[in-house]
């Protein structure tokens, strides 16, 4: 069965519409067809994506920073990274911690993806690691307690796309006729939460990261000391307003960025993602957790950037990944000695 089909039948299956929401988890992570399952390897400057892990030392370096400070202040033993890919930014962040942390330290690596935990396990920078499927599993391994990271995590999450009419929220549905999607708007979805400060334009779209959000909660009650880094492109709620009025979603085709009705074509082939919104990230973990704090890559890095190297200039660029990128971090509530 093509992709075309199979997601014909599946937008059949659901009344004739589907959630945008929907179809980005299709079109990311479906078995046979998803973007994710067909170019699992294809990282770096010759294949679909290239992330910061690849082209800059800074990156590694500063997590470990943050790593050790952190284990300094929390007496936390665990480190776990989260969707490590093909494990490059994990064996640098590893080789970057002083030598007496790693004897003491145990190392986490989580994915689904079984093919890639293989690759990961290859990797001999990475032999002492221990690798899991779920996040629930490593904090489990951790005995709840563990310093936690990741880096372009939660845009591969599938986002609801919304826009406030003047009246009511409307949410983004598609039908496909004939082999072609069109969009179309419904008023029967109430948004996720109470989020008046939010308010966009009038009919400006923005992007809600619900499935980030579900996933975060369901195991963040289980992780009861330690600290968090996230990394990813994305914004906070006071930026909405300055966005596109057409939001933020895009995709990506061979290093070209696709929008509009081109992102319902090439389906698989293309790297559909948004700019996270923090803000809803930091408002949804808010009973489990304290001390956020939110700065730009450019700041997280500009200690380690190494002027003569041209990835850490890219990644600390004010123009570029520099400022579009957020660097989050806050520690569970319930350990206070965090500074």
């Given at each position: 069965m093509n992709v075309s089909i199979a997601l014909s039948s599946l937008?059949?299956?659901?009344?004739?519409?589907?959630?945008?929401?929907?179809?980005?988890?299709?079109?990311?992570?479906?078995?046979?067809?998803?973007?994710?399952?067909?170019?699992?390897?294809?990282?770096?400057?010759?294949?679909?994506?290239?992330?910061?892990?690849?082209?800059?030392?800074?990156?590694?370096?500063?997590?470990?920073?943050?790593?050790?400070?952190?284990?300094?202040?929390?007496?936390?033993?665990?480190?776990?990274?989260?969707?490590?890919?093909?494990?490059?930014?994990?064996?640098?962040?590893?080789?970057?911690?002083?030598?007496?942390?790693?004897?003491?330290?145990?190392?986490?690596?989580?994915?689904?993806?079984?093919?890639?935990?293989?690759?990961?396990?290859?990797?001999?920078?990475?032999k002492r690691a221990k690798f899991h499927a779920d996040i629930s599993s490593a904090l489990a391994a951790a005995k709840e307690q563990s310093l936690i990271y990741s880096n372009e995590l939660f845009d591969a999450f599938p986002a609801r796309v919304m826009r406030h009419n003047g009246n009511a929220w409307e949410e983004l549905f598609l039908r496909m006729i004939d082999g072609v999607i069109s969009e179309e708007w419904h008023e029967d979805s109430a948004f996720p939460w109470n989020s008046s400060h939010r308010?966009?334009?009038?009919?400006?779209?923005?992007?809600?990261?619900?499935?980030?959000?579900?996933?975060?909660?369901?195991?963040?009650?289980?992780?009861?000391?330690?600290?968090?880094?996230?990394?990813?492109?994305?914004?906070?709620?006071?930026?909405?307003?300055?966005?596109?009025?057409?939001?933020?979603?895009?995709?990506?085709?061979?290093?070209?960025?696709?929008?509009?009705?081109?992102?319902?074509?090439?389906?698989?082939?293309?790297?559909?993602?948004?700019?996270?919104n923090f803000s809803d990230l930091i408002d949804a973990v808010a009973p489990f957790t304290s001390e956020h704090s939110i700065i730009t890559q450019q700041e997280f890095l500009l200690p380690y950037a190494d002027e003569r190297n041209r990835g850490d200039q890219q990644a600390i660029d004010p123009h570029g990944a520099g400022t579009a990128f957020l660097v989050w971090t806050c520690t569970a509530k319930e350990d206070l000695k965090i500074a």
């Open positions: 937008i059949a299956e659901q009344g004739g519409r589907i959630s945008f929401e929907r179809f980005m988890q299709f079109a990311l992570h479906d078995p046979q067809h998803g973007y994710y399952a067909r170019r699992i390897s294809a990282i770096g400057t010759k294949g679909d994506f290239t992330t910061t892990a690849e082209i800059s030392p800074a990156l590694p370096m500063a997590i470990a920073a943050w790593a050790v400070e952190a284990i300094r202040k929390t007496g936390v033993r665990h480190i776990i990274e989260i969707g490590p890919g093909n494990g490059t930014l994990a064996a640098a962040v590893w080789k970057n911690l002083p030598m007496l942390t790693r004897w003491r330290t145990t190392f986490h690596l989580v994915d689904s993806s079984a093919p890639l935990r293989d690759l990961q396990q290859e990797n001999p920078a990475l308010f966009p334009e009038k009919n400006q779209r923005i992007e809600v990261p619900s499935a980030a959000i579900q996933w975060i909660k369901s195991w963040l009650p289980a992780w009861n000391k330690g600290a968090m880094l996230h990394i990813d492109y994305g914004h906070q709620a006071a930026d909405v307003a300055r966005l596109s009025q057409f939001g933020t979603t895009r995709g990506y085709l061979l290093h070209q960025r696709v929008t509009g009705a081109a992102l319902y074509q090439n389906i698989g082939r293309t790297d559909i993602t948004y700019d996270v």
